[in-house]
């Protein structure tokens, strides 16, 4: 009779039997984590005895380790978590038409071809004049992100000089945007002024060798209570008294006011400009509602600087970005903001919204109550969206959660005390029947 370690299936039985795993991972990767498999089942019966694993074991353990070590690409999620800009989902999703430019430009391409003369076109004439258009500025360029917009603007005005910064805007936003990490891998010297909860404008007017004053937009977080910070045009002055531009960084990309009352006091391109800013930049994909990028615009001279630093090569944009980019900001130039999923979702009808609540509750067993939908991306901080949510109880809602999350396609939902919370203003419309199911799939095995 066979002992159970001699049942142990045979390397080669097993790679035989794992034709999926050679395909997807590669022979010899496949191999290893079989023989891995079948190690850790050899130890596991010395151990604490018992019957050897199967074949079907062997491989789904293998699989699984596989599959850890290789993710492979990102998969897409129904996001039912109420944050329309949603850091680790991949922010703003990208419109249809962007999706259509990038498929366009995969292959060849004129991305720096001029077709009317054969020779050489550039790669900034389609994306600059847009940007310094939807900002209302004198010129404008884009990077690989709003990091790298900064980190370009105080590498080519600020190296090696002084940048006043106030207390209250050292933020960190987004996990590693650090703003006195930024500040030291461009070569300015960061100079702290005023304190976290007061700044006034004459405190920039200390003594330093200053190259440019930096307001940040502190996107993330509200200091409240006994606190007070200069305006855009209050700095203006400050900075043309001491002869420095002053270059704001406004975060999420609302390109104007928009009038929605939850963005009221969130600033704006255009707004920043007007109020005397010299340079402004912001991200692609928060607001924006576009690809993962950093626009930057303002004085023709100052962008013109920025442009011509050997750092703007290293944070160019590629061809999928730029044909994302370019569709985005002209959609945003045409009005058609209900074209950009991110503005369609914040700016959805609250009556057909209920509706789709109602129809998800009564099919998963829940009720709708009155809640809210957050921006995200660091804007609008605190202010929501008012919106319809269902509410599942149950009796324990994370392990819900966590089974929505294993669901293909994977459902990330808010479970608090008692209740998972379903947001359908981050769901596409065509999805709610399959949200539906997956719910339901994922609540019965309680
Ligand atoms: C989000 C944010 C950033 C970082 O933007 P990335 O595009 O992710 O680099 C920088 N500054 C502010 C104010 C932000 O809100």
Redesign the pocket.
């Not at 690989?144 to 900064?150: G, I, V």
């Not at 960084?249 to 999420?252: A, E, F, L, Q, T």
């Not at 930049?281 to 928060?286: E, F, N």
């Given at each position: 009779m066979e002992t159970p370690l001699e049942k142990i299936p045979r390397i080669d039985r097993l790679v035989d039997a794992a034709g999926g795993l050679v395909a997807r991972f590669g022979r010899g990767a496949t191999v290893e984590a079989l023989r891995a498999a079948a190690r850790a089942a050899r130890e596991q019966l010395l151990r604490s005895g018992g019957e050897a694993p199967g074949i079907v074991e062997l491989i789904a353990w293998a699989e699984r380790n596989l599959s850890a070590r290789r993710p492979g690409p990102p998969r897409p999620v129904i996001n039912a978590a109420g944050v329309v800009i949603h850091?680790n989902l991949g922010r703003a999703p990208l419109s249809t038409a962007a999706l259509e430019a990038m498929r366009a430009a995969a292959g060849y391409c004129d991305l720096e071809y001029d077709l009317a003369t054969g020779g050489r076109g550039s790669r900034g004439a389609r994306v600059d004049p847009l940007v310094a258009e939807a900002a209302g500025a004198e010129a404008g360029c884009a990077v690989?992100?709003?990091?790298?917009?900064?980190v370009l603007v105080l590498a080519a005005l600020g190296q090696g000089r002084d940048v006043l910064v106030s207390r209250g805007e050292l933020?960190e936003?987004?996990g590693s945007?650090r703003l006195p990490e930024i500040m030291a891998a461009s070569g300015a010297r960061l100079v702290e002024v005023g304190t976290t909860n007061r700044t006034r404008a004459r405190d920039y007017l200390c003594d330093a060798d200053v190259a440019l004053l930096l307001k940040?937009?502190?996107?993330?977080y509200r200091i409240t209570g006994f606190t007070e910070a200069p305006s855009v045009a209050e700095l203006a002055e400050v900075a043309a008294r001491r002869g420095v531009p002053l270059v704001h960084?406004?975060?999420?990309g609302l390109l104007g006011d928009a009038g929605d009352p939850w963005l009221a006091g969130e600033p704006s391109l255009r707004g920043s400009l007007q109020a005397g800013a010299d340079l402004v930049?912001?991200?692609?994909?928060?607001l924006l509602g576009g690809p993962?990028?950093?626009l930057l615009a303002g004085r023709a001279d100052l962008v013109e600087t920025c442009r011509r630093h050997p750092l703007a090569r290293a944070l160019r944009l590629d061809k999928l970005r730029i044909a994302a980019l370019v569709t985005t900001l002209e959609a945003h130039m045409a009005g058609a903001e209900r074209d950009l999923p991110a503005w369609r979702m914040l700016r959805a009808d609250t009556g057909e919204l209920h509706a789709r609540a109602a129809v998800l509750a009564t099919r998963v067993g829940g009720v709708v109550v009155q809640g809210e939908t957050l921006v995200g991306?660091?804007?609008a901080p605190g202010a929501g969206v008012p919106s319809p949510i269902v509410r599942v109880g149950c009796r324990s809602p994370d392990a819900v959660a966590g089974r929505l999350r294993e669901q293909n396609p994977p459902v990330v939902a808010r479970a608090e005390d008692g209740a998972l919370l379903l947001d359908l203003r981050t769901v596409a419309p065509a999805d709610d029947d399959l949200l539906a199911k997956l719910v339901t799939a994922s609540l019965s095995r309680t």
């Open positions: 850091t690989n992100n709003a990091a790298a917009a900064l933020v936003i987004g945007f940040v937009h502190p996107s993330n960084d406004v975060g999420s930049l912001c991200s692609g994909d928060k993962q990028a950093g991306g660091g804007s």
